[in-house]
T-cell receptor, first 111, second 113 residues
Framework: EDQVTQSPEALRLQEGESSSLNCSYTVSGLRGLFWYRQDPGKGPEFLFTLYSAGEEKEKERLKATLTKKESFLHITAPKPEDSATYLCAATLSGGSYIPTFGRGTSLIVHP | DSGVTQTPKHLITATGQRVTLRCSPRSGDLSVYWYQQSLDQGLQFLIQYYNGEERAKGNILERFSAQQFPDLHSELNLSSLELGDSALYFC????????????FGEGSRLTVL
């Protein structure tokens, strides 16, 4: 069964303390890997799409990378406003293009 | 603001009852998705519609049904409700079928007592 696993489940950082979130997948024939941000009481907000190993995307303090088996979301010098749950999703080639989501990493950045 | 509108935001009902959740997609988006989010299951795909037709089905219970109307809004009907149906129900939309870039509404929080 196709699966998307995220780690850690929760992460607490001090402001300015860089770190990485992991997303590993067992999706057969990966078609796309997606990162979303979800704030409490809100719907997920799209951040990045990655299609092939070696690809990288950046947005402000966030950088997403992709290998053949996993993706990382690097957070450089985070600020308290980066606190949120970060969700990873993957779609497989063939069939319907429906993202399968991981359970997310809850990030708290302390000032 | 994603442009996706969901109503109601909160709903409290009793076991055995039936509720309808409503979703208006972003202007121009033809594809609508319904997801269920609970603490123990994460975000689970239920069903997808594209331009009025059902295109993909996930782990949607037989007690649940959905449809997309000609004006592209969608409704998710949940019947014979059980305590375990308490969750956040999200609608998302996209411009076409082959994209993982979904625009989510703020969700409908269902509490079954």
């Amino acid at each position: 069964e196709d699966q998307v696993t995220q780690s850690p489940e929760a992460l607490r950082l001090q402001e300015g303390e860089s770190s990485s979130l992991n997303c590993s997948y067992t999706v057969s024939g990966l078609r796309g890997l997606f990162w979303y941000r979800q704030d409490p009481g809100k719907g997920p907000e799209f951040l990045f799409t990655l299609y092939s190993a070696g690809e990288e995307k950046e947005k402000e303090r966030l950088k997403a990378t992709l290998t053949k088996k996993e993706s990382f979301l690097h957070i450089t010098a985070p600020k308290p406003e980066d606190s949120a749950t970060y969700l990873c999703a993957a779609t497989l080639s063939g069939g319907s293009y429906i993202p399968t989501f991981g359970r997310g990493t809850s990030l708290i950045v302390h000032p | 603001d994603s442009g996706v509108t969901q109503t109601p935001k909160h709903l409290i009902t009793a076991t055995g009852q039936r509720v309808t959740l409503r979703c208006s997609p972003r202007s121009g988006d033809l594809s609508v998705y319904w997801y269920q989010q609970s603490l123990d299951q994460g975000l689970q795909f239920l069903i997808q519609y594209y331009n009025g037709e059902e295109r993909a089905k996930g782990n949607i219970l037989e007690r649940f049904s959905a449809q997309q109307f000609p004006d592209l809004h969608s409704e998710l009907n949940l019947s014979s409700l059980e305590l375990g149906d308490s969750a956040l129900y999200f609608c998302a939309s996209s411009a076409d079928l082959n994209t993982g870039e979904l625009f989510f509404g703020e969700g409908s929080r269902l509490t079954v007592l």
